[in-house]
């Protein structure tokens, strides 16, 4: 094992690309022993030092330690999210403890601490640059809230919450992705998917032979509470049936029940928020991001939420008036009646649409090509480098001038093996300290059709091919010295900020004309279709607010317990919550409901959710820069690149932003966006 074991060395591939073609499933566990073995000895070496602390033999060492448990490490969470088995699930649920307690063997060190410490008391009187002297800040500020300071008896207490909850969070994934399969939709024959494309129901029928019931059709359920097919399906229990089949994860009883799990998690998070010296998690996880308290985050959410709901409830009597005396509107007709008051008042058919989002068009001229455009990147499918998948597609990325960039992995279709939704993780991480590469990969959950026939994605499937790809600039762009400041390694309520930028090429004329041809006819999308999506950009907006707020103040209230408090009861809780913030409107369900809230209970998204509405904020006023500043040109994508995705985390992200944008951001270009201005 000792020679073949491919995670025991660095990768001898193009970019240290991992040797997926020798990776077998019993090459995992020695490799996480071996690692977890070799960094502690790599911390002992430093706490063993009797030298007087200085930033070369204590932070330096610990930068450099852990690269096997890294190598093994993102290979096999890559693996076991986007193509997970038995195996992995078991392994995952046996490394997740063990993982918990190594990462508290370093951080709760008191020698460790104690060097740490004295080095950042000395920061003024040491001859840093910028970003060195931020890596010892944030290691202080990590260190100190992980608990490091606590005395020898409340680190044991530490450490049982952390390995307790790494194992609760673990099953939560599994028991969803188990449920959800277990609960796709099975139809008999085509009438009941009435209404959908041609390329749905191939990917339908495709679905089914898959599972074995050729001659059937299964809609496999997405993580969202709705389904992007309600839109389509003329038949109202049919989407009926799909809606209670989503809304049924987790609350089933049974072995894949999350309801236990969700009081379970919550309540370890409450006394360990306690333990650390906050009143609730939320306190706790926001003291370390942009926001810094939990009452900044209801202050922003508070001020949305009641304009949200009276846009949703002003939408939802245009889509009462749609359905007439067909009975009142559900939370399964609302997508179905949005697409009849669209098209009535607007003339726009999304569903129609899907011929002009051919993948491959979109992919490479669309996304590829805003890449290029702005940055100046270019791309070249690899075929010839192996990766984890057979349908995982490697491109090599490469600078203006010819020089390496990274390599990007497309993972683009739906399956059984693959937890739901869309995400972006590195394979490895540029470090001028370490000479890393990068590779960065999007997965994706897109239905695929059966063999020959074309991928027609969906508007929002394609808007989230262009935000998961913002996602991969900020992992290849960043250029940093440190491994911790690595990628996409910036704060929770940050991390979306690059991403939500870059949807708004999908829609930008010159890019929307490139890549927006019509798989039949070679059409390219009309000019007055394109203007008006334009015109419809905030229509449905009340929803798509409310829906998503409903989640992200759920999940705050969640976290706002305190280890005082006693919840048994996750619907009687759920229900209590979204009144408080008046959103309890039965037609707009949340996001996610807390059985399948996979971003907050396994997704390391917990008291974060909100982040993706704070990140808006950053994200309107950027685009507003751009339109301002000529949008689509070189000198404003390598602005962009150079003062924000380029530095990774090496800098306190606000500030990188101030000095992009010469100011801070605003709101009201968010406002406007989804019409909550006024």
Known sequence: MADTNPFFSPSTLPYQL?????????????????????????????????????????????????????????????????????????LEEEIAPLLAAHQDAIRLDPVLYGRIKAIHDSLDA?????????????????????????????????????????????????????????????????????????????????????????????????????????????????????????????IRGGENDNRQLVLDITRLRAERARLLGFETHAAYVTADQTAKTPEAVAAMLGRLAPAAARNALAEQAAL???????????????????EKVRQATYDIDVAAMRPYFEAER????????????????????????????????????????GSELGLYILDLYTRD????????????SQSALLEYPTIVVNNLNV?????????????????????????????LFARVTYPKFAGTNVYRDFVEFPSQVNEMWMLWPEILENYAVHNVTGERMPGELVDKLHESEAFNEGFQTSEYLAAAMLDQAWHAITADDTVDDVAAFEAQALAAAGLANPAVPPRYASTYFAHTFSGGYDAGYYSYIWSEVLDADTVAWFTENGGLTRDNGDRFRQRLLGVGGSKDPLEAYRDFRGRDAVIEPLLERRGLAG
């Open 18 to 90: 991992p040797p997926f073609a020798d990776i077998r499933d019993e090459h995992y566990r020695p490799a996480f022993d071996r690692g977890f073995e070799e960094q502690l000895a790599e911390v002992a070496a430093i706490t063993a030092s009797t030298a007087e602390p200085t930033f070369e033999n204590t932070v330096i060492p610990l930068e450099r330690s852990g690269q096997t448990l890294q190598r093994v490490a993102e290979v096999f969470f890559n693996k076991s999210s986007s193509d997970s088995s038995d195996f992995t699930n078991a």
């Open 126 to 250: 040491l001859d840093l640059d910028a970003e060195s002297r931020y890596l010892v800040e944030r290691y202080y500020d990590e260190f100190t809230l992980a608990g490091a300071g606590l005395s020898d008896e409340n680190k044991e207490k530490l450490r049982a919450y952390n390995q307790q909850l790494s194992t609760l969070t673990t099953r939560f994934e599994k028991n969803l992705l188990a449920d959800t399969n277990d609960l796709a939709v099975v139809f008999d024959d085509v009438s009941g998917l009435d209404g959908l494309g041609d390329g749905a129901i191939s990917a339908a029928a495709e679905a089914a032979k898959e599972r074995g019931l050729d001659g059937k059709y299964v809609v496999t359920l997405v993580l969202p509470t709705g389904h992007p097919f309600l839109a389509g399906l003329t038949n109202r229990d049919v989407r009926e049936r799909i809606m209670a089949a989503s809304r049924s994860r987790g």
């Open 320 to 338: 009462q008036q749609q359905l007439g005396d067909g009975g009142e509107l559900a939370a399964w007709d609302w997508a179905y009646y949005t």
């Open 362 to 401: 979109v992919l490479r001229d669309g996304v590829f090509f805003a890449a290029t455009k702005l940055y100046g990147i270019t791309f070249e499918e690899r075929p010839d480098l192996v990766a984890y998948h057979p349908e995982a597609r490697v491109f090599e990325v490469r600078n203006e001038d």
């Open 417 to 428: 093996s693959k937890r739901g939704g869309a995400w972006m993780n590195p394979l490895i």
């Open 447 to 475: 239905p695929k059709p059966a063999a020959g026939e074309p991928t027609l994605l969906s508007y929002d499937e394609t808007n989230t091919l262009f935000h998961e790809f913002g996602h991969a600039l900020h992992g």
